[in-house]
């Protein structure tokens, strides 16, 4: 069974830090790309980063480029999301995805979610 | 302002059809990028619906199908039942956005 399972959210000041883990199982992790999705309250969702199988392509939405860090460690099956300079809009759980292979980036899709964790920028 | 366009809501009732629209440009949808569906249901993580257009993943139910047209494309749902109600969203690549995925608005499907 495909497990995500996110950690690392919370409250912070506008500014500030903090990274994001998710934990993978059940599938062959380093055969697979990954991806960040967020969903502010009540809104829809907002793809906000996309890593390769080795790490060495990465993605960004224009909202975070410059200030959010996707990266993996394929011998923890985990992958994380770094993010700085945080500012209120972007409150938000945040999912951690696993992407099927198409055969194309273009053409990819999310084939397993996990279940988000809360990211809340306040003063 | 999403870059692809969904409906805030549709309805109807148990058994009856009802079809989800999304539409893009030739940025995106238009320029033969694949559509995904996915489904989320009240207070959970969403679940891929339809994948490549038209595909669905084992265990969603033939009565979710999708299509592909043009600039847009739909999602239509036959014999509603009433754990149909959620929130459905279409996803896409956007050429003329560096590296990105997007995300149409969603539509709430209320099941009379």
Redesign the interface.
Known sequence: EVQLVESGGGLLQPGGSLRLSCEASGFSFDNSAL?W?RQAPGK????VS?ISVNGEIT????SV?GRFTISRDNSNNALYLQMNSLRAEDTAVY?CAKV?D?GS????????????TLVTVSS | QSVLTQPPSVSGAPGQRVTISCTGSSSNIGAHYDVHWYQQLPGTAPKLLIFGNTNRPSGVPDRFSGSKSGTSASLVITGLQAEDEADYYCQSYDSSLSGSWVFGGGTKLTVL
């Open positions: 991806a999705v829809g969702l907002e793809w996309g993605h960004y939405a224009d480029k999912y099927a198409s980036y273009y053409n990819d899709y999310i084939d397993y979610w996990g279940q988000g």
